[in-house]
C-alpha cells in the first residue's frame, strides 16, 4: 500500500511541474504580504485532487516563521465530521518573491524523497483586505477558492470565479464546502 501511495504521490506531483513547454502559466498577484496571509483560509471550493477526496470540509492555518516561511496547518473534515490534520512548512519558490511557495508536508513521503515532495502554491489572486484568495498551480491542476469566513455572499463568489476563469481554470469541476448542517448526516 505504501508503494502504491508513493507512486500515486509521485505521480501528482509530477504534474505540478511545467516543463516548459506547456501552456502559459496563469498570472499571479505581485507580491503577498506574508505577515498579512497568516492565520485561518477556509476552502470554499478546490479542482479534484487525490489526497482531498475524503474532504467535505477544509482549512488551512498559516503562522510566519521568524525564517520568512510559513508553518501549515491543513485540516480536512470528512462527511462523518472526524477531522484529519497535516501539517507542513511553505516557502518562497524564488528568496524575496512571496506570490509562488513550495509546500511540503511532514509525512513519510517527504522524509524519503523531500525533491520530490514539493507541490507549487501560487497566489493568483488576493483581495486588497486579504479576506478572499484564490491559490493554483502553474498547469492548472489544482485550484482553491479561499475565504476568511466558511461562506461567501454569492457576489464574492462570483468575484473568485471570474479570476478563475480569467486565469483559464476549468471551474465546471469544483468541488464546494459542504454546509456544516449536512456534516454527520451520512
Not at 511545467?18 to 505577515?35: A, E, I, R
Not at 468575484?159 to 483559464?168: M, P, Q, S, V
Request: charged share 30%.
Amino acid at each position: 500500500m505504501r508503494k502504491f501511495l508513493a507512486l500515486c504521490a509521485v505521480l501528482v506531483l509530477a504534474g505540478c511541474a511545467n516543463s516548459g513547454t506547456g501552456p502559459v502559466p496563469p498570472k499571479t498577484v505581485d507580491k503577498v504580504n506574508l505577515q498579512r496571509y497568516q492565520g485561518a483560509w477556509y476552502e470554499l471550493a478546490r479542482l479534484p485532487m487525490f489526497i482531498q477526496r475524503d474532504c467535505a470540509q477544509a482549512e488551512a492555518h498559516y503562522r510566519l516563521q521568524d525564517d520568512g516561511s510559513l508553518a501549515v496547518t491543513n485540516r480536512c473534515r470528512n462527511a462523518e465530521g472526524e477531522w484529519l490534520q497535516a501539517d507542513g512548512r511553505a516557502e518562497p519558490q524564488e528568496k524575496g518573491e512571496t506570490n509562488k511557495l513550495w509546500v511540503r508536508f511532514d509525512n513519510w513521503f517527504s522524509s524519503l524523497a523531500p525533491g520530490l515532495s514539493k507541490g507549487e502554491y501560487w497566489v493568483l489572486y488576493l483581495d486588497k483586505d486579504y479576506r478572499t484568495a484564490l491559490v493554483g498551480n502553474p498547469d492548472r491542476d489544482y485550484l482553491w477558492l479561499l475565504s476568511r469566513e466558511p461562506q461567501v455572499t454569492p457576489q464574492v463568489r462570483e468575484k473568485l470565479l471570474d479570476e478563475a476563469h480569467h486565469r483559464d481554470y476549468d471551474t465546471s469541476k469544483l468541488i464546494w464546502r459542504t454546509p456544516d448542517e449536512q456534516i454527520g448526516k451520512r
